[in-house]
C-alpha cells in the first residue's frame, strides 16, 4: 500500500493549519475602534451582541514612573507624558533624544468611553512582561508579580489573568504600572481584552478545555509508542517519538492558557518560565526521530552539532540566571529552525528515494515548521496570530500514528501473503521459473528498447547543443572545433559581436562533469550570456555576473571560463580569467601564455566572498605583435593522456612543440592539424573529456 493511495489523508493537516492560522486572525466578527491619543470611544460597540474587544491603540505612557490614581488627580504630568502603541514594547522608543531599553519601568493609562452598561465586565491580561498593577476607575483590580523600581524590590509573573468589575458611568480608566528586568520584550506585548463577564468565562473555558484536550491526547501517544518501544526495542524511532510527544505535553500546561497555575498557583514564575524554555529541547528527541527512520540521508555530523547545541542551552537554562536564558533564547530559536530547514531537506530525499510514509511524513513537517515559525515571529511580536505549535504538533502526530498502524496492517498482510506464497511455490515451482524467465525476457527487451529511445533523446540533444554553438564565425580570423567526450559534453564557447566591428569578445569555457548535467549548466551560460547587456564589454564585470548568477545553481559543478575582447584593428586584448586554462599566444618562434589574472572558477563561492578574500576577477590588456596567433582550448587538450602510457600527457612541451611546428600555418589548418597531433600522441580518438580548440590571427 503507497502513498499514493492517501492523497486526501496527507492533505488534512495542511487544511487544518490553514484554517487555524485563518482563524485566528478573525476572533473579532465586527471591527473593533483603536484608541487614539489615549482615549479609546467604544461608546459605538454593542457588548451584548458584538462580544469582547481588544483595547488597542496608543495608550498614554510614562516612563521610569510609577503613578497611581491619585497621582492623575494633580495637574503636571503632561511634560512627561507620551504614547506607544499597544500591543507593543517599549525598547527602541526614543523619549528626551535617548533610546530606551527593556530594562526599566512605565506607567500606561487609557480611558474608555462604553456609554451605559448595566451587567459585569471582565478585563483580561494576556501577556504583561514581566510584572504589572492595573487599576480600574481608581481601584486596584489584579496584579501579576510586584512592580518595582529595580531588580531588587520586584518579582516577575506574567500568567494571563482576569478581572471582574461593575462599571459605574460611562468611561473607564485604566491604569497599569508595568517593571520589567528579565525579559528582552517588555511592556504590554498582548492585547489587553475587555467584555461582558460571561463572554469572558466562556471564551477561558474554551480555550482551556483545547488545551487539555491536546494536552491528553498528547500523553496518551507519547505512552502509546513508549509501548511500541518495549515490543519492540530494536526501533528507537518509537522511543524518540514517544519522548517528544511527552515534553510537548508538559510544554503544554505552561503555555498559552497555563492551566499549571490552577494545580500549583504558589509556583514561581521563573520556575515556570525555566520549564518552558528546557521543553525546547524537545526539538533534539524529534531530530533523533528523523535520523532513526532515515539515516541514510541525514549526516550524523549535523544531529552531533546540534544536540551540542542543545545541550548548551539547557545548562544556561538551568545554571544561570534567567535574564540570561531570555537573551540566548532567540540565537536558540534560529538553530532550531535552521535544523527545521535542515530536516526539510531530509525529508525531501527520503520522498526522492522513494522512502515508505515520506511524503505523509514531509506534509506534516511543513506544517510543523510552519506553526514553529509562527510561534516564534509571534512571541517576537513580528505578528499577531495565536500560538498553533501544539495544534500542528497534534495533527502531526495523529498522521503519524497513522502511518504506524498502516505499517503494522501491512507488516500482517505481509506475513499472510507470503505463507499462501510459500505454498504456491512448493507445488509450482517449475512452472514459475519458466514463467520468471519469459518475464525476464520481456524486461531483457523492455530495456534494450528503453536503451534506443535514449540514445536517440542523447542524438537529439547532441544537435540542439550543437546549435547552441556559434554557426557563424564573426570573422575571418577565426576558426574552432569541438568534439564531445560523449554524444552531448559540458564545454562550450561563443563570440560576442559590438558596433564596433573591429572588436571580438571570445567565451570559452569548461562545465566540470560530464554528459547530460553539464550541457545544462553550458545551456545556462548560453541563457546568461544573452542577457548580459552591456557587461560584455568588460570580461571582469561580465564574469563577476555570471558568477553572482551560477552560485548555488550548478549543483555540485563549477565553471572554469575565460573571456576576452580583442581589438583586431589595434591588435590588443582586454580579457579575464575564472580558473582556466590560459590560451596561448604564438608569434614567430616564441609560445607564450596569457596567464595573468587566472582566479576562482565560477559558482563556488559568492561575489561578497570573492570580494572579502580580494579574488574578484580583474582585466589585463595587452597590445599583440603582428601576424600571431591566439589559441583558447578546454582542458581534454591538455589532460589527455597517452593510452599506451597514462603517465604522459599532451599538455605542456608537448603540445608547445607541436603549436610552433605548424604555426605559420592557416588558421583552420592549424587548428585540424593540432587535433590531429592529439589523435597521434593518444593513439585513440576516443577521449577522456571534451575538446575545444578556437584559434584567431591577429
Known sequence: ????????????????????????????????????????????????????????????????????????????????????????????????????????????????????????????????????????????????????????????????????FRPEGGRLELIMQVANYDDVICGIIRSVRLGPERDMARSGNISLAFDLFLF??????????????????????????????????????????????????????????????????????????????????????????????????????????????????PVFQVIIVAMGLYGLYVLIRAVINRREGALIFIVGFIMIILTLVNDILHSRMIIQTAYLVP??????????????????????????????????????LEDMVEQRTMELEAEKNKLALQNEIMEKELKLARKIQLQLMPQRYPSGAIYSLYRPMHLIGGDYYDFIKFRDAGKIGIFICDVSGHGVPAALVASMLKSILLQAGVKRDDPAELLMYLNGLLFGQTGDNFVTAFYCVINMKERSIVYSNAGHHPPYFLSGNEARMLDRGKSIPLGIVDNEELSWHSKTYRNHEEVLQRDGKIVLYTDGLVEAADTRDYSRFFGGAEMESAMLGMAALPHRDFVEGLFGRLVEFRGSQSFDDDVCIICVEV
Request: charged residues 20%.
Open 216 to 329: 491528553g491526547s498528547l500523553m496518551i501517544m507519547g505512552i502509546y509508542h513508549f509501548g511500541i518501544f518495549a515490543i519492540r526495542k530494536s526501533d528507537r524511532s518509537a522511543l524518540y517519538f514517544g519522548s517528544f510527544c511527552l515534553i510537548i505535553a508538559a510544554r503544554l500546561v505552561f503555555t498559552s492558557e497555563r492551566f499549571i497555575e490552577s494545580i500549583f498557583p504558589c509556583m514561581p514564575w521563573g520556575i515556570s518560565l525555566r520549564v518552558e524554555l528546557f521543553t525546547l529541547l524537545a526539538s533534539l528527541f524529534f531530530a533523533l526521530f528523523i535520523y532513526a527512520l532515515y539515516k541514510e540521508e541525514m549526516s550524523r555530523t549535523v544531529l552531533y552539532i546540534f544536540a551540542v547545541s542543545c545541550a548548551a542551552f539547557g545548562i544556561i537554562v538551568v545554571s544561570t540566571p534567567l535574564y540570561v536564558s531570555i537573551r540566548v533564547l
Open 1 to 164: 500500500m503507497s502513498d499514493r493511495r492517501f492523497p486526501h489523508i496527507v492533505l488534512v493537516p495542511l487544511y487544518a493549519a490553514v484554517l487555524t492560522v485563518v482563524l485566528s486572525g478573525c476572533a473579532y466578527h465586527k471591527k473593533p475602534p483603536v484608541a487614539s491619543r489615549g482615549v479609546l470611544d467604544c461608546t459605538g460597540w454593542n457588548f451584548d451582541a458584538d462580544g469582547i474587544i481588544p483595547l488597542d491603540g496608543e495608550w498614554e505612557f510614562y516612563w521610569n514612573r510609577l503613578l497611581g490614581p491619585e497621582d492623575f488627580r494633580n495637574a503636571g504630568l503632561e511634560q512627561s507624558r507620551w504614547y506607544i502603541p499597544v500591543p507593543g514594547v517599549w525598547s527602541g522608543m526614543v523619549i528626551d533624544n535617548r533610546e530606551i531599553d527593556c530594562d526599566g519601568f512605565a506607567t500606561y493609562r487609557l480611558r474608555v468611553l462604553i456609554g451605559r452598561i448595566d451587567g459585569l465586565l471582565a478585563l483580561k491580561l494576556q501577556e504583561v512582561n514581566t510584572a504589572c498593577t492595573l487599576w480600574v476607575n481608581g481601584r486596584q483590580i489584579l496584579s501579576n508579580g510586584r512592580v518595582g523600581t529595580s531588580r531588587d524590590g520586584y518579582v516577575p509573573q506574567n500568567y494571563p489573568k482576569s478581572a471582574v
Open 391 to 428: 495544534f500542528g504538533l497534534f495533527l502531526f502526530i495523529f498522521s503519524q500514528s497513522f502511518i504506524l498502524s498502516v505499517r503494522f496492517s501491512k507488516s500482517l498482510t505481509k506475513v499472510e501473503e507470503m505463507t499462501i506464497k510459500l505454498g504456491e511455490y512448493s507445488d509450482n
